[in-house]
């Protein structure tokens, strides 16, 4: 019997978790998964510190003989993806064009992600590829990330910076730009309301890999690496997978 299928999935720190929940709920993939939480956030660095980070976690993962390589970050997934794809040889995938293919449905959007992400511009280019007449709005919203690795999920000063953000903006969906937000979802859909379509950038990634399904179908391990506290890393951890797990284990990339 040959080897099993392994994805090699990365992110900024503990919120491509959400993304790898995905991945398990919907293909029960095996899993190497990098958590760059020495060098989060990545949305506040300029491009070329980004692709730089991408490419050294990228390398990391190759090291398991990994046969794709998923990029959960929104950050990184909005400048390194075409270098990915070229300096290694196997499939790359990124979380913003699935996200951006199920908005292209609607006439108006909005994205909320990470200054980074947002400045990329990366979510209007993939939903004008889709949907030129598409009308979108972008929102950073820096305070989500740290406001999520508090806890502070469901908390009364979550709203309220919630409502800040989000009180102005009119649309038919919005783009959850950032593997964090997923975990306000509730907050954010009581501020949009209920008629807004809340789009999840690991649900996208999901739908929009029906073609690769051989590819990522596994017996559903996983194994986490960090660059930063292991402790830290398993109890937030827990928070986005849903569930507690063990055995994180600390790495240097250099």
């Known amino acids: 019997m040959g080897r099993c299928v392994l994805i090699g999935v990365f992110d900024s720190g503990v919120g491509g978790l959400s993304v790898v929940k995905q991945l398990l ?55 390194a993806i075409d270098v990915l794809k070229k300096k290694f040889n196997l499939p790359v995938f990124g979380v913003i064009e699935p996200a951006a293919k199920l908005a292209a449905k609607f006439e108006k959007v909005c994205v909320i992600g990470t200054t980074s992400t947002i400045q990329s511009n990366a979510y209007p280019k993939k939903i004008a590829k889709y949907n ?11 305070l989500f990330v740290p406001l999520v690795e508090e806890g502070w999920i469901y908390d009364d000063i979550t709203y309220e910076v919630a409502k800040r953000y989000l009180y102005d903006l009119e649309c038919d969906a919005l783009i959850l730009g950032c593997t964090h937000y997923p975990l306000l979802r509730e907050i954010i859909q009581r501020v949009m309301g209920v008629g807004v379509s809340l789009i999840d950038s690991g649900e996208a990634l999901v739908k929009g890999l029906k073609d690769f399904k051989d590819l990522f179908e596994g017996s559903g391990r996983l194994n986490c690496y960090t660059t930063d506290s292991e402790e830290k890393f398993a109890k937030l951890g827990s928070m986005f997978l849903g569930k507690q797990f063990n055995g994180v284990k600390l790495v240097d990339l250099g």
Do not use: H, W
């Open 25 to 79: 709920k919907a293909f029960n993939s095996d899993i190497i998964y990098l958590g760059d939480t020495a060098r989060l956030p990545y949305g506040t660095k300029s491009k070329e510190t980004v692709l730089k980070y991408s490419i050294q976690n990228a390398e990391f993962l190759m090291r398991f003989n990994v046969d794709a390589i998923v990029v959960a970050c929104n950050t990184a997934s909005s400048v």
């Open 132 to 142: 030129k007449g598409c009308r979108v709005t972008q929102r950073a919203c820096p």
